[in-house]
């Protein structure tokens, strides 16, 4: 019963009145993706310019063949060998640094805890700068408060830091990749705001010199956190969102998005477990355009929400099975599943046999090729990359030659190339063997090229490797705070 309360003080955390939220659905501001333009074959004088780009490399006879860009036929829509891919987004609600390095130790590392030994999966995680929670809530098992919780600064005092250090080390190991918004601002009386446009500036020059740069943010707890954006309806539950309002005190979206912050996830959840695409284009009030994404947060059981997002209270493996995971390869689709890893307040959040054993068929799956498991910030990524990358095909004496040109963001624009933007990105190709890819006019090392075999369509590929696999136990070596 207590494990059941709990999860339900996570959903008024990160979300409000749910109902309210989830009738909202495709709100004001989600506008059609239709709005925008998918990369076109090069003109004229850019397919020129790439020619004569592979003709200046070496070994090369003078008939060359320019294929025009086709990219059902062209791009693979996952790295091979996977079918599908999927993200856990957590977030930050409640997690001491305590928590955080026993559950990462878990899911990130091979190495040995309380649920037997750990998973080896990339699992990104949120982070909070300020604490302005006046409810107090017990936040571990040894009845720790809001005291306790990691926070890049202390309380409200952009000029004091908690751990600050504690979570440059792990945004850099990749524990840490997204915003769960500046923080918690949840108070009793939701009219009682304490956040402000200036901590969010402050917030901004604090972890741009710590060198912490966030990719996406996901929007968190009640009316008080007036920060959030991203899902404004004036009749909803959502008109309390002032982050995009330029008239707002609490105006902070020109910022942050010039910060980098490219996602949003903007407090609506969704019961479809798999997505064709894992974003979709927002417009903003103050006329700017993010990506939202879609994130699996509930079930509706008999009219009745049943959260999906907490890990501590025993029915977890209901909403990880087998079953959805091969639907989700069936389907080619993403999934962006919402957590709040660190919102139990028990020793070790996986205490229940069947929840491990879920997450073991997921780390299955990922380590035999099916899913591809990645932080959010790598899926959301590879996302944009494959559905708007700029390339040209060329063909010269049974070779093939790639040129991956740019990544043409249609809410952000055209986005130079490098290697880490555009790895995982795979093309079939007749020969592979007999082919390269070119970035910035030089080919891609050897060792950063996979040549695959013919998958399920018949046809081999060539593609830019996947990050490494890294397990290591990056909480080992944090600093103490
Ligand atoms: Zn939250």
Same mark, same amino acid.
């Given at each position: 019963?207590?494990?059941?309360?709990?999860?339900?003080?996570?959903?008024?955390?990160?979300?409000?009145?749910?109902?309210?939220?989830?009738?909202?659905?495709?709100?004001?501001?989600?506008?059609?993706?239709?709005? =925008?333009?998918?990369?076109?074959?090069?003109?004229?004088?850019?397919?020129?310019?790439?020619?004569?780009?592979?003709?200046?490399?070496?070994?090369?006879?003078?008939?060359?063949?320019?294929?025009?860009?086709?990219?059902?036929?062209?791009?693979?829509?996952?790295?091979?060998?996977?079918?599908?891919?999927?993200?856990?987004?957590?977030?930050?609600?409640?997690?001491?640094?305590?928590?955080?390095?026993?559950?990462?130790?878990?899911?990130?590392?091979?190495?040995?805890?309380?649920?037997?030994?750990?998973?080896?999966?990339?699992?990104?995680?949120?982070?909070?700068?300020?604490?302005?929670?006046?409810?107090?809530?017990?936040?571990?098992?040894?009845?720790?408060?809001?005291?306790?919780?990691?926070?890049?600064?202390?309380?409200?005092?952009?000029?004091?830091?908690?751990?600050?250090?504690?979570?440059?080390?792990?945004?850099?190991?990749?524990?840490?990749?997204?915003?769960?918004?500046?923080?918690?601002?949840?108070?009793?009386?939701?009219?009682?705001?304490?956040?402000?446009?200036?901590?969010?500036?402050?917030?901004?020059?604090?972890?741009?010199?710590?060198?912490?740069?966030?990719?996406?943010?996901?929007?968190?707890?009640?009316?008080?956190?007036?920060?959030?954006?991203?899902?404004?309806?004036?009749?909803?539950?959502?008109?309390?969102?002032?982050?995009?309002?330029?008239?707002?005190?609490?105006?902070?979206?020109?910022?942050?998005?010039?910060?980098?912050?490219?996602?949003?996830?903007?407090?609506?959840?969704?019961?479809?477990?798999?997505?064709?695409?894992?974003? =979709?284009?927002?417009?903003?009030?103050?006329?700017?355009?993010?990506?939202? =994404?879609?994130?699996?947060?509930?079930?509706?059981?008999?009219?009745?929400?049943?959260?999906?997002?907490?890990?501590?209270?025993?029915?977890?493996?209901?909403?990880?099975?087998?079953?959805?995971?091969?639907?989700?390869?069936?389907?080619?689709?993403?999934?962006?599943?919402?957590?709040?890893?660190?919102?139990?307040?028990?020793?070790?959040?996986?205490?229940?046999?069947?929840?491990?054993?879920?997450?073991?068929?997921?780390?299955?799956?990922?380590?035999?090729?099916?899913?591809?498991?990645?932080?959010?910030?790598?899926?959301?990524?590879?996302?944009?990359?494959?559905?708007?990358?700029?390339?040209?095909?060329?063909?010269?004496?049974?070779?093939?030659?790639?040129?991956?040109?740019?990544?043409?963001?249609?809410?952000?624009?055209?986005?130079?190339?490098?290697?880490?933007?555009?790895?995982?990105?795979?093309?079939?190709?007749?020969?592979?063997?007999?082919?390269?890819?070119?970035?910035?006019?030089?080919?891609?090392?050897?060792?950063?090229?996979?040549?695959?075999?013919?998958?399920?369509?018949?046809?081999?590929?060539?593609?830019?490797?996947?990050?490494?696999?890294?397990?290591?136990?990056?909480?080992?070596?944090?600093?103490?705070?």
């Amino acid at each position: 019963m207590l494990a059941r309360i709990a999860g339900f003080l996570l959903f008024i955390f990160c979300l409000g009145l749910p109902a309210a939220i989830i009738t909202l659905g495709q709100a004001t501001s989600v506008i059609s993706s239709a709005a =925008f333009t998918y990369p076109e074959n090069l003109s004229g004088a850019e397919a020129e310019e790439e020619i004569a780009e592979i003709d200046a490399e070496p070994n090369g006879q003078k008939q060359t063949t320019l294929l025009p860009a086709n990219r059902d036929r062209d791009l693979r829509k996952f790295p091979y060998p996977y079918g599908a891919m999927f993200a856990f987004a957590s977030d930050i609600d409640d997690t001491t640094p305590r928590e955080f390095a026993m559950y990462h130790r878990f899911l990130n590392t091979k190495e040995m805890t309380p649920a037997g030994p750990g998973l080896g999966l990339d699992v990104g995680d949120t982070m909070w700068v300020y604490m302005g929670n006046n409810v107090y809530p017990k936040v571990d098992y040894k009845g720790e408060s809001v005291e306790a919780v990691m926070t890049f600064n202390r309380y409200l005092d952009p000029k004091s830091f908690k751990n600050a250090k504690l979570l440059k080390h792990y945004f850099d190991a990749g524990w840490v990749d997204g915003l769960h918004s500046f923080g918690d601002f949840i108070r009793k009386d939701p009219k009682d705001v304490v956040f402000s446009r200036e901590l969010a500036v402050a917030a901004w020059e604090n972890l741009n010199q710590a060198g912490i740069h966030p990719v996406y943010w996901i929007n968190h707890g009640n009316e008080a956190n007036k920060q959030n954006f991203g899902g404004y309806h004036p009749l909803k539950f959502t008109r309390y969102q002032a982050g995009d309002d330029p008239k707002s005190p609490y105006y902070h979206t020109d910022i942050t998005i010039r910060n980098g912050v490219r996602f949003v996830w903007n407090s609506v959840g969704e019961d479809q477990f798999g997505q064709d695409s894992p974003i =979709f284009p927002i417009q903003l009030r103050d006329g700017q355009k993010i990506w939202g =994404f879609h994130r699996y947060t509930h079930e509706v059981v008999n009219g009745k929400i049943d959260w999906a997002w907490s890990a501590d209270d025993g029915d977890f493996y209901r909403f990880l099975t087998k079953e959805r995971l091969e639907q989700l390869i069936a389907n080619k689709q993403y999934c962006i599943f919402a957590q709040h890893f660190g919102g139990s307040t028990s020793e070790f959040p996986f205490i229940f046999a069947k929840d491990v054993e879920a997450l073991r068929t997921l780390a299955d799956y990922h380590h035999s090729g099916k899913i591809l498991v990645a932080r959010t910030s790598r899926l959301l990524n590879y996302s944009v990359a494959q559905q708007f990358v700029h390339y040209v095909t060329a063909q010269r004496n049974g070779r093939t030659v790639i040129a991956i040109k740019s990544i043409q963001d249609p809410l952000f624009g055209k986005q130079e190339v490098t290697i880490d933007k555009v790895r995982g990105l795979t093309f079939y190709v007749d020969d592979p063997q007999n082919a390269k890819i070119v970035i910035n006019r030089r080919a891609v090392p050897k060792e950063e090229i996979q040549i695959n075999p013919p998958d399920e369509t018949g046809r081999p590929s060539i593609g830019i490797k996947w990050f490494a696999q890294d397990s290591k136990d990056y909480s080992l070596n944090a600093p103490a705070e």
